[in-house]
């Protein structure tokens, strides 16, 4: 079944001067130009090819890599807007992404960045942009257990700090005291569920919680140290950005583990570092 606004992996039924056409099922063939054909393509091979409609809605191919496929969240920009909606950037040279007026929260404005949900409108067929995220997420009860380790999609800031988009189906907040290295919209990462209140919200962390965290990290520091002969330039005087480009953790919680792990006998502070004993 070919499935539009999404990769799919087409044979090649005949070759031509200007492209090849793919076996698109129920849409016949479709085009694939010279320009995105790979060297050496013949009858019978395989592509892979992303499938969009154009201006004409008409079935087309390309080998250009969206921003995001249809169900997936991508950070495009706007290219323009017109009585229509605006048209945001979704990384396919030959076809601009439309969000429509009545899937936007807040109007558009040509050059800004932000988060696009990427769907297939029923009532149309065709395959638009929505930053109207509410309709989407929250659809299903929040099951989570405190500590699992999830998928974040930074998607806004507020004054408390962040909301993201949990493992693709709920919201989450990380409170600005508990963010550390440097989040923007559109960041992938992975985070840990702090808790779910009895209204269903969703507290979040970007580190592991309690003894958990610091077990976690202390395992990680000493395969480092291992790694790099028994000695690396991180102690408790190291600046946050340093400890979080090489731990992913913040400084607090590093200062606590090599606390930890230096009562433990396991490794010697220096000035310039932390060394294995």
């Not at 091979?45 to 079935?59: G, I, W």
């Not at 558009?108 to 149309?124: F, R």
């Not at 309709?135 to 999609?153: C, E, F, G």
């Not at 963010?179 to 919200?201: A, N």
Request: no cysteine.
């Amino acid at each position: 079944m070919i499935r539009v606004g999404q990769v799919n992996n087409l044979e090649v039924v005949t070759l031509a001067d200007f492209g090849v056409f793919l076996d698109a099922d129920e849409f016949g063939t479709t085009l694939l130009p010279n320009k995105y054909v790979p060297q050496g393509t013949e009858v019978g091979h395989n592509l892979d090819v992303f499938l969009y409609f154009d201006s004409e809605n008409q079935l087309s191919a390309t080998t250009d890599k969206p921003v995001a496929q249809v169900g997936e969240w991508g950070l495009m920009t706007v290219q323009g807007v017109n009585s229509t909606g605006a048209f945001v950037n979704w990384g396919i040279k030959e076809k601009d992404l439309l969000v429509p007026f009545s899937e936007q929260r807040g109007r558009l404005k040509q050059g800004q960045k932000l988060l696009v949900y990427v769907y297939t409108d029923k009532a149309s067929g065709r395959v638009v942009g929505t930053t109207k995220f509410n309709k989407i997420l929250d659809k299903s009860p929040a099951n989570y257990t405190n500590n699992q380790q999830v998928d974040l999609i930074i998607a806004e800031r507020s004054e408390l700090g962040f909301k993201a988009i949990v493992n693709g189906q709920h919201w989450g907040m990380i409170f600005s005291s508990d963010v550390f290295g440097k989040l923007f919209i559109g960041k992938r990462l992975k985070g840990y569920i702090k808790t779910v209140r009895e209204d269903g919200k969703i507290d979040l962390s970007l580190q592991k919680l309690g003894v958990a965290r610091l077990d976690d990290l202390s395992s990680k520091i000493i395969e480092q140290l291992e790694k790099q002969g028994g000695f690396l330039p991180l102690n408790d005087k190291s600046t946050p950005d340093a400890i979080f480009s090489a731990f992913r953790t913040s400084k607090g919680t590093f200062k606590k583990t090599i606390g930890g792990l230096y009562k433990q006998g396991k490794i010697t502070i220096e000035k310039e570092g932390i060394r294995l004993v």
